[in-house]
């Protein structure tokens, strides 16, 4: 079955030597809805040429309350972090992407997992 969450990240660390294992990236089934609730969001809600980048630590206890706090985190459209229901979670904006990019990048990860580091993978993706 076809894993959206993974294929996207697998494209973002494609050539960078790094293995989601080694980020302790999450790719179950509610991080798979979460990812893909944010993303249909985003379609609609970042406006063409620009993304956004969106780490979650896991494990998401509440993952509709997520979705809907992370929803208006994006619509805010600036950089944040803070907390989420128990959950760490930042937010990066990024204007003038490359093009045929997805409007928005997103990695749930392991609390151990620095997530300044996914942000800064996804952004030289979308921007190369």
């Known amino acids: ?16 030597g790094l293995s989601t294992a080694r980020l302790g990236l999450r790719f179950d089934r509610v991080v798979v809805r979460v990812l893909g609730d944010l993303r249909v969001f985003a379609e609609g809600a970042v406006p063409e040429g ?8 896991a494990p998401i206890r509440l993952p509709a309350k997520t979705v809907e706090a992370m929803r208006e985190r994006i619509a805010a459209a600036d950089d944040q972090s803070g907390e989420v229901h128990g959950n760490q979670v930042r937010v990066r904006w990024l204007r003038k992407v490359a093009g045929g990019r997805p409007k928005l990048v997103g990695f749930v990860h392991n609390p151990s997992t620095k997530a300044g580091d996914l942000l800064d993978l996804a952004e030289r993706w979308l921007r190369s």
């Not at 079955?1 to 960078?16: C, F, K, Q």
């Not at 620009?50 to 630590?57: D, G, H, M, P, Q």
Request: hydrophobic fraction near 55%; charged fraction near 10%; charge should be negative.
């Open 1 to 16: 079955m076809a894993n959206p969450a993974r294929d996207m990240t697998e494209a973002v660390l494609a050539g960078s």
């Open 50 to 57: 620009s993304a956004v980048v969106v780490t979650i630590s």
